[in-house]
């Protein structure tokens, strides 16, 4: 799914892949669809997990941040062709073929909710100017959505881009 795409991958694919026959694949999977929402489910969940437990609250506003950009860059570099494969897939269905879809909303509502967090409260605080938060927000995940573009084993890592687009995010590009 994530070289192919979802719309352009099938069950014998994914088999042949996996070194399995077709029936041992069915014995756990009766569908394309099952198989895409346990790794779509397992993305966002553990993508969110692994970012909440990065972030201590403790920290300023700004640092936060930086630790939320970084822990989303190392799940995703970590888990390259599993995240890779949610967003691949998800251009390939609509999202009433989404099984679970309750669930994974809830994992992705939650990230959301804790970068919104960071960002208000670094408003309020006076670290951050007065900024439209939603627009904020998608404008630091559109940075952190790299999967289009990055290959893992290139010139920078994950992290590195990601430490690059924090300091965009927070000092701009004015001199």
Not at 32 to 45: G, H, L, M, R, S
Not at 100 to 112: C, K, L
Request: glycine share 8%; proline share 1%; net charge neutral.
């Amino acid at each position: 799914m994530a070289t192919m795409g979802y719309e352009q991958c099938s069950l014998a694919d994914i088999a042949t892949d996996l070194d399995l026959t077709r029936p041992a694949l069915y014995h756990y999977f009766r569908t394309k669809q099952q198989i895409f929402t346990e790794i779509a489910f397992t993305t966002v969940k553990g993508m969110f997990e692994h970012v909440r437990d990065a972030v201590d609250d403790k920290e300023s506003f700004q640092v936060q941040l930086h630790a939320l950009m970084l822990a989303h860059a190392e799940y995703f570099d970590r888990n390259y062709w599993l995240v890779n494969a949610t967003i691949v897939g998800y251009g390939g269905m609509t999202r009433r073929e989404l099984e679970r879809i309750d669930e994974i909303d809830a994992f992705r509502n939650r990230y959301e909710k804790l970068l919104h967090g960071v960002i208000r409260g670094g408003i309020r605080s006076g670290e951050f100017r007065n900024v439209d938060v939603r627009a904020t927000g998608r404008s630091i995940f559109q940075l952190l959505n790299i999967t289009r573009w990055y290959r893992p084993g290139g010139s920078k890592n994950a992290t590195g881009i990601a430490a690059d687009n924090f300091e965009l995010v927070f000092g701009g590009l004015a001199a």
